[in-house]
């Protein structure tokens, strides 16, 4: 620590500069031992399963019987049965279906629409509101699961009651709905406060002109709202795809059925890989998953870039 | 006139649908807890401490919740010793391929979920024999929330003054002393936003202990309210609603507490 003991303006002027940039006098062999807890860690358990996924795909491999043994190498037959396994597609369709009416068409609506009418509101109402779309967002997935289990019940669930029905249960009548309607629930609240955020930065007085100028409501909000908040959209509808495609959490409703009717792709993974044993052909499915997520990420970080 | 009557009209009728549509699915988390012999059904609470008593009669209860902070908190504090390390050191020193490493590593955690990786983890943890292993499933959520809390550090570590660093170099600290003397205190709120948001994350979690524990004593309160409600039949309603009630009070406290006194940051990602 010699060097450490000299004031700065000893130091010449290259020395200076890594200095100041380094101001622990940490160096690069140092740095590393930082750093690496960390990255062994995830290189373990985050990059390591991402190859191993991509490995498996490519085998035989099952969670029990002689290919858990002597696992062999198939090609792409697993991604060949996938492709041509109606339940694949069924399952596909079903995630298609759950993230476009929950996540892009329902929080983005939902979320929006809060955000609009409480935007230059301050008092009760607006927390109260704001609260409890939060709440909804907050507690845990199986508790809130549980929640919906019991508010949906065929006897005797809230909705029943005030519905004044008998025997209607959504859960085993309109499953897909009822998870979609689920979602919408538990997530709007992370669309409402980007929105919320978002229409903060809308210019009070452009709208105030448009308002002048005797623009109706609607057409403020496609003139002037939308181009502000453009960037924000997208973000959003990024964000909230990618999560809602990966969200297990239908199957604590649903577990997947009935029949196969809510078995979006996460699900249907643990089904076939978990619970049928077939890991290898799990892990085909996980790998497309993969590829789904990368697509939407890499658009995602590439939007994030172009911002900065 | 008329107009703006039908507006505030309009506007009641729509907070009010918004407000039963939010609401209604928590009234029984509100009620059931405390009436005696709960049903599906909402009804006027009788404030009975039965149910509470039936939960602390139950074996697991408890324990599982015990477990959730054992998981909880054993991540929050690696993920935030390792991240703040990690950060520093990125943050200070020109590691060479960092900007690629810290890229990589954002779009790494982003398209790795669980469901990805379900099945390869799971692998994993019979090989390395962590099934059941509450420090495996600890190592396992750590590696997850790593990359994600790096960059979020990072954006607190590059935004403190070097200068306090210089002068205890000057001093004659060692750089570990520096990051524990200096540097953390400056980015405290920092460790503590990642602490709460891998709390949360972990809290909540209900794949990854589903899959990797099946000791029910070793599981954490997500996989428990779960088997009480689909296992044996019957569900157990005077457990699950209490149960529920108690697994969700230090979430909701926690999120008051961070919002009260850091106000509302918005962080991309901030759930999984």
Redesign the interface.
Known sequence: ?AQ??L??EVLDDAKARR??????????L???A??A???V??S???????L??LY?SLSNYRLTGAAAAAPQSVGFDNFVKALTDPEFWSSTWLTFEFVLGSAVIGQVVLGF??AW?MRDRTGP?KR??EG????????????????????L?R?????N??LHAQDFAPLLDHPMLSIIVFNI?RGAA?SM??YG?ALGNVPPSHLESARLAGASGWQQLRDVVFPHIRGHVL?NLL?IS??TF????PF?LT?GGPDGKTEV??VH??QV??QGGE?GY??AV?TV??LI??VV??F??RLLRSKK | MTRFVLHRIG?YV??AV??A?????????AS?PFTSDP????RMPDFTADNFRALFDNPYALGSLWNSVLLAAGTAV?VVA??T??A???S????PGRDALL?T????????????????????AVELQLIDSQLGLI??L???L??AA?FMMKDFMDSTP??Y??S???F????LQ??RH??VPLVRPGLATIGVWAV?NV??N??MPY?LLSDVEKQP???I??TL??EGGQANLQL?ATF?LL??VP??LM?LFVSKKYG?R?H??I??
């Open positions: 620590m450490a003991t004031p700065p200095y100041n940039a380094d101001a622990a006098g940490l160096g690069r140092r740095a590393g930082f750093v807890p960390a990255l860690l995830i373990l358990f985050l990059v390591f399963p991402a191993w996924v498996l629409l809060i009418i109402i109260i509101v409890l779309v939060i709440l909804a967002w907050i507690l845990p997935s199986a508790v809130v699961s549980f929640l919906w289990v019991a508010l019940d006897d005797g669930g809230t909705l009651t005030l629930w992370f406060m980007l955020a973000t964000l990618l999560w990966n969200d297990f959490t604590l577990a792709l996460s993974v643990y890989a978990l890991l799990g892990a996980s998953i993969l997520n990368l990420a890499v995602y970080l | 506007f729509l907070v918004l407000l549509f939010f609401a209604v699915p928590l009234l029984w988390l059931a049903t599906y059904q909402v690696l390792f991240a390390l990690a520093y050191a990125l200070r020193v020109r590691l890229y590593l954002l779009l790494l955690s982003s398209i790795i979920t669980g469901t990805a990786a379900m099945v390869p983890l799971f692998q994993l190592l396992i750590t590696g997850g790593l990359p790096i070097k200068s660093e210089e205890a170099r000057v004659g600290a060692t750089p520096i990051v200096v540097v949360a809290w909540g209900f794949l899959l309160g997500a996989v309210m779960y409600y689909t699950l529920g697994y969700s979430v909701v999120y509302f918005f991309g990602g759930k999984r």
